[in-house]
């Protein structure tokens, strides 16, 4: 300390010892501060009282909020860094702004406010500071980077390390400083909504005019919380967007540039609301290491129905969980198009539902409750998901439902109507052309399904029937043959 003192002493003033531009005397201290040397804090006063200027910048072109804000990054080894206490960067900053120094500055090299520093260091104490004290005007600062502005960094999961955080009552008064909500942002590398590129191809997604709403939806793509136990937060943040100004009806732009394996490129694009950006990217938000079962049902089926005739074979337990987030994902669609979420009212009994219409006694019935399109569908996405026991229980539920039949005519209308999804086999191996070489699993005749003893007088008809339209005569011993035309999967 007392060899600073003979420095200043000797060289006349600050300027003359270093406090010139881009070498301020205020940066060592800083730093020595920051790394806890004794009689750091004493030297640092000393130099503010002598007049030593808060504005002058460092090597890095920092004012020195800046350089204390930055430091652990800039200037601090990994280990220094961490030792560094919150409580301490507060002290400092209450100093400089004590000598002179203003928060009304950024970081010229990346365009950041004193806010977004504190946000990304964690600092809740010094980032409440700031949100009160800070100019209106740097509010809307554009930084220069990705996230680009304080509100879309507060939503940002890597960007945004402060804990606790009660960020529904912070929108409001951000919103009271100045903040503007119908920002948006482009970007490179924004999670894809057009699926999955073969592995041949490269593809890059170029994002334009995201949204506050589009960029919390990625966001939910990194989070390590689970998707549904949070769902209430999620909602109650959106709704506060909204309410402060953010549109639900704005639609981002994405573009795919594909690189194929012979060199070209090909663009594709979209336009989508942050709702149907939720839509596109559904098993990503719910599921973000694996393409699980839950994330596929409820991307692909939107409609309830459809989704409900899908897990009737699932035990009661697992339709009532699978329903239960069937539902809050449907809320959380609601809330980002700006509608207001449904309260849960418990499963549907979908038997109740879906009555059979039946014409007269003996005719066929007629029912909806095996869609036949939809029940391919789900026999389809079982084998592609290798579900082996959902698959089983898919079929054994189509089996029911033919054996269910009260007459032969009723019979042969079910095995026409599922006639596709009762030929499907759980294994298929095809040829480069894409025929069916050879199928793995059991194969039956659709006749083996037949209950001669419920219809004793009904047999030759059936027989007949095997005869004319598959060219099989019920009457010969079964044998598993894959070179059979009528061929069921077990």
């Known amino acids: 300390m007392d060899l600073v003192r003979q420095v200043i002493s000797a060289a006349g003033n600050l300027q003359a010892a270093g406090d010139i531009c881009r070498m301020s005397v205020l940066n060592p201290a800083i730093l020595a501060v920051l790394k806890g040397k004794k009689d750091s804090l004493e030297m640092l006063t000393f130099l ?7 504005q002058t910048p460092d090597t890095y072109n920092l004012p020195a909020i800046m350089q204390v804000l930055c430091a652990g990054v800039l200037y601090l080894s990994k280990s220094e860094g961490r030792k560094v206490k919150e409580g301490t960067v507060f002290n400092l900053v209450q100093l400089l702004l004590k000598h002179g120094a203003t928060l009304n500055v950024i970081n010229p090299n990346s365009g950041e406010i004193p806010l977004m520093a504190a946000m990304d260091k964690g600092y809740k104490t010094l980032f409440d500071f700031f949100l009160e004290h800070a100019d209106a005007d740097t509010f809307n600062q554009r930084a220069y980077f990705k996230p680009n502005y304080l509100v879309f960094q507060l939503l940002d999961r890597h960007r945004n390390r402060l804990s606790p955080l009660d960020t529904p009552a912070l929108l409001p008064q951000l919103k009271r400083k100045g903040v503007e909500f119908d920002k948006v942002i482009d970007y490179k590398y924004a999670v894809s909504p057009f699926g999955a590129t073969s592995h041949s191809e490269k593809g890059e997604v170029f994002a334009q005019n995201i949204s506050l709403l589009h960029f919390y939806i990625e966001n939910l793509t990194r989070s390590l919380d689970d998707l549904f136990y949070s769902m209430d937060t999620h909602l109650e943040i959106i709704q506060a967007l909204i309410t402060n100004g953010t549109n639900p009806n704005s639609k981002a732009m994405f573009v795919l540039t594909k690189e194929k394996s012979d060199g070209t490129k090909e663009k594709t694009s979209m336009e ?7 839509r596109k990217i559904a098993d990503k938000v719910i599921d973000r290491y694996s393409y699980s079962t839950d994330a596929y049902l409820i991307k692909t089926y939107q409609n309830e129905h459809e989704f409900l005739e899908y897990i009737t074979y699932e035990t009661k337990e697992r339709q009532t969980r699978l329903h239960q987030r069937f539902h809050q994902f449907r809320n959380l669609e609601r809330v980002l198009s700006g509608e207001k979420p449904l309260s849960y009212s418990g499963l549907p009994n979908v038997r109740k539902i879906e009555k059979l219409a039946t014409r007269k006694e003996g005719s066929f019935v007629k029912t909806e409750e095996l869609n036949p399109n939809t029940f391919e569908a789900q026999l389809i996405s079982a084998r592609i998901l290798q579900k082996q026991n959902d698959w089983k229980n898919l079929k054994n539920a189509l089996v029911a439902y033919v054996k269910e039949a009260g007459s032969l ?11 596709k999804p009762l030929q499907l086999h759980f294994d298929v191996t095809t040829d480069a052309t894409g025929n069916v070489v050879s199928y793995g699993s059991r194969l039956y005749r659709f006749f083996h399904y037949f209950d001669p003893y419920h219809f004793p007088n009904s047999w030759e008809s059936l027989r007949q029937f095997g005869q004319d339209i598959y060219g099989v005569d019920i009457n010969t011993q079964y044998a598993q043959n894959n070179t059979v035309s009528m061929l069921m999967g077990s």
Do not use: D, I
């Open 272 to 278: 989508l609301t942050a709702a149907e950006y939720l």
């Open 409 to 419: 005519e009723n019979f042969l209308a079910r095995v026409g109507q599922f006639k």
């Open 48 to 54: 503010l009282r002598q007049g030593a200027s808060t």
